[in-house]
């Protein structure tokens, strides 16, 4: 069970949602997985039986937020609390994808605003005016704040109903109709503070994942939250597999993106280029929200006749990353990279892949990828991060810090082997664990350590 004594109270368990990388991750470490049944009753409730002691034990739970996300979601909650319950030590969920990252925390409106008089007519310390007015605003707008007197009630009342019949600029609702929400902008419920209370509430005492969509969603958790970056990764293929790339330029996709691109650009001295998509209104959103809008894409900076790297931290339905790559080609880009670090494609998304401008998508192994390749043949490669998540474990669980997992010069300081970081490995074969170099074992993570420290090491010995 234990590769190594420093690994002895540690214990791995994997969900369903992507058993490949669980295996991956525990061979890395030199230590077996943790066996784990899980079940499903007929109407669809999920159940989980840990075959093996936890008591006292450094325990880390690796599910990714990938497939089935609300079933999987629901069983890693399960694994953690049947953890604690069983008197584990510590119990540390590993999501390599993070479930619902996508949607923030912050309340948003999903479109328009309240109708109200033109933006020209109030300050900007001034209120707008209500959406729907009065009967009495309606019949006479110059009114002042003096109420009618009584006997014009009524009188005022039925002009109303009159008015209500013609066209109005105002559109009030009349009983028994629809009522019309059009002028109000819809909210959209969030789920940011339940997923990471509801991991908390489990009994989840620290979480490790993989560039949060959101880096906000860390401030939810009131438990440490180690978020590695694919960033190293990605570096480390670009310098390694893309031929002259000082000369390539960095595209960041869309504008929420712009930050994560220029990291790259800026510490691999790298051009940068932004699709920016336009999508303010052509009238005014404050009075109508269903006015047109502009859809144009702009493109800030030079890809002419030069490669174009796309980076990004997800692609789900595709649509953003093949649009950009359509924009880059008519831009005169030689050839489009595409490097992102979680690929979910979903629904048609293979298929707009493999009949787009991209010559070639880098994604991880955060998620499933078989698929995948099978559909995208020689158009898709995919880098390996188990040994990133299984040096963040081992790391983490003797109290080292995990600073230089976000240096990407460290990963061509350690020896990871000769071997390009998406090859695959032999999990049944156990002859790459103390490999430095070859084509085909992983180096033994638990000494993994600078080159200089060991030559240090071998003076010493020598002495």
Not at 115 to 131: F, K, L, M, V
Not at 256 to 285: P, V
Not at 444 to 455: A, D, F, G, T, Y
Request: hydrophobic letters at 35%; glycine letters at 8%; proline letters at 6%.
């Amino acid at each position: 069970m234990d590769g190594h004594k420093g690994m002895r109270n540690l214990q791995i368990l994997g969900g369903s949602s992507h058993p490949e990388l669980v295996s991956r991750i525990c061979h890395n470490l030199a230590i077996d997985p943790s066996e784990v049944a899980s079940t499903k009753f007929s109407n669809g409730e999920t159940s989980v039986t840990i075959r093996d002691s936890v008591r006292e034990k450094d325990v880390y739970v690796i599910q990714s937020g990938c497939g089935n996300v609300n079933d999987n979601f629901i069983e890693l909650l399960i694994m953690i609390s049947a953890c604690k319950t069983a008197s584990a030590g510590k119990v540390t969920a590993v999501l390599p994808l993070f479930p619902y990252s996508r949607q923030p925390d912050v309340p948003y409106m999903k479109s328009g605003a309240p109708a109200s008089s033109s933006a020209g007519n109030y300050s900007y310390d001034s209120t707008p005016g209500t959406p729907q007015p009065s009967a009495r605003a309606m019949l006479n707008p110059d009114a002042t704040a003096t109420p009618p007197p009584p006997f014009a009630l009524s009188s005022a009342m039925s002009e109303a109903a009159a008015a209500s019949k013609k066209k109005s600029k105002y559109a009030p609702w009349n009983p028994g109709e629809p009522e019309n929400n059009t002028g109000y902008r819809q909210w959209v419920a969030q789920a940011g503070t339940l997923i990471a209370s509801l991991l908390t509430c489990a009994g989840a005492d620290h979480i490790i994942t993989m560039d949060l969509h959101d880096p906000q969603f860390q401030g939810y958790f009131d438990i440490p939250v180690d978020n590695l970056y694919g960033k190293p990764l990605l570096q480390h293929y670009i310098t390694t597999s893309i031929a002259d790339y000082h000369n390539a330029v960095i595209v960041s996709p869309d504008a929420g993106g712009a930050k994560r691109a220029t990291a790259i650009a800026d510490s691999l001295g790298m051009a940068f280029a932004l699709i920016h998509k336009d999508r303010r209104r052509t009238k005014n959103h404050l009075t109508k929200i269903s006015g047109d809008k502009s859809n144009s894409t702009i493109m800030v900076g030079d890809v002419h006749d030069k490669v174009a790297i796309l980076i990004d931290d997800l692609v789900d339905t595709g649509n953003t990353i093949t649009r950009a790559a359509k924009l880059l080609k008519d831009q005169g880009a030689s050839k489009v990279y595409a490097i992102i670090t979680h690929g979910l494609f979903s629904g048609d998304a293979i298929d707009r892949v493999n009949n787009s401008a991209i010559d070639k998508v880098i994604v991880t192994n955060s998620t499933p990828q078989d698929s995948h390749q099978q559909l995208l043949g020689d158009k898709l490669e995919v880098l390996d991060v188990s040994r990133v998540f299984a040096e963040a474990i081992r790391r983490i669980h003797n109290g080292e810090s995990v600073s230089m997992l976000f240096d990407h010069r460290r990963f061509s300081d350690c020896e990871w082997g000769s071997a390009p970081l998406r090859n695959t490995v032999n999990l049944n074969s156990t002859s790459g664990l103390a490999t430095k170099s070859g084509t085909g074992g992983y180096p033994h993570l638990l000494n993994w350590q600078k080159p200089e420290r060991r030559m240090e090491g071998q003076k010493l010995n020598h002495a």
